[in-house]
């Protein structure tokens, strides 16, 4: 699977200029963006993650650990 139009791609960070440059190039392929709250949890994050049917994940250096333990139904 490709990032491109039509694509749920989620993003995982803090507020940081490389969040922009994922944001950015997400709408410039024609994807979807999927704003994620750092501070939620990650029960919170899958629920939401599956309720969007999220594609990809885009994460943070800082969120590197909770985001490999997060797994949902794509």
Known sequence: ??????AKVAVYSPNDV????????????????????????????VDLLDLVECDFLCYHDVFAAPAGELTWSR
């Open 1 to 6: 699977m490709r990032v491109g139009a039509g």
């Open 18 to 45: 490389s969040a922009l440059v994922c944001v950015l190039g997400i709408l410039r392929l024609g994807a979807t963006w999927v704003a994620l709250n750092p501070r939620s949890t990650a029960d919170e994050l």
